[in-house]
Every structure is written in C-alpha cells, then in structure tokens.
C-alpha cells in the first residue's frame, strides 16, 4: 500500500475521474480502525483500462458503513469524494466538497490515514 497524502487528493481522484460510475466492490473491516475499500474505476493513466483500487484507512474514527451485500445497488453516477480537514481524510459517496455533506452520506469513513493499492480488474 502507498500513502495518499492530502496534497495528492486532487490529482488522484481526478486521474480515476472521481470514480464516476464506477463499481463498488467491498468493505472488509480489518480491527476498529482499520477498514479497506475496494473500487474498480477507469484509469486515465492507463489509457483508461479498468483497474481495481483498495484503500486502507487507518485510525478510523467515525464510519456509516454498508453491508457488502447492498454495495452494487449503490448509485455511483456522483462518483466518491476523499476531503481532507486538519488530520483527517473524510471518504463519502457523492461528488461533496463540504464536510458535513460528506460525513452524511450513505457510505462514509473518517481517519487519520489513507493509503491505497492499484491491482488488476
């Protein structure tokens, strides 16, 4: 896994576009501040070839999280928004730009850390 620093947010989430329809995979709760997110998304640095992300968020401290039985029902025309605020990373379904929006969406994790790894679709 690579760390996600808040200053490479925007140029990350705009090389997979948002992950504006793209396809919510799974959420596997590690311990009670670790939890992975795994998206399959468009990557324009690869020509735009399908390729499956995970995030780790560490020193999780707030969630609303989904059974991973509901996570293809979700609408991901919005895509994901990731924001940073002081030490935290903010992860939520939606395109938001707000805090409070974001930590109101169906599906949303606060933590302290975020890295993530690149694999195949």
């Known amino acids: ?3 996600l620093l808040a200053k490479e947010l925007p140029e990350f989430l705009k ?3 948002n ?5 919510f995979r799974h959420i596997k709760i590690i311990s009670p501040t670790i939890i ?12 735009f070839d399908w390729i499956s992300v995970d995030f780790e968020f560490s020193g999780v401290s707030d969630t609303r999280l989904l059974d991973n039985s509901k996570l293809s029902h979700i609408d991901m025309s919005d895509g994901i928004s990731i924001l940073f605020e002081s030490t ?3 992860f939520g379904i ?5 805090i409070s929006a974001l930590k ?3 599906c949303q994790i606060t933590s ?3 890295k993530y790894q690149e694999g195949s679709f």
Do not use: C, H, Y
């Open 1 to 3: 896994m690579k760390p």
């Open 15 to 17: 090389r997979f576009g």
């Open 19 to 23: 992950f504006v329809d793209t396809e």
């Open 36 to 47: 992975i997110v795994s998206l399959a998304g468009q990557d324009s640095a690869r020509g």
């Open 88 to 90: 935290q990373f903010i």
């Open 94 to 98: 939606g395109s938001e730009n707000k």
């Open 104 to 106: 109101n969406s169906i």
């Open 112 to 114: 302290s850390t975020l």
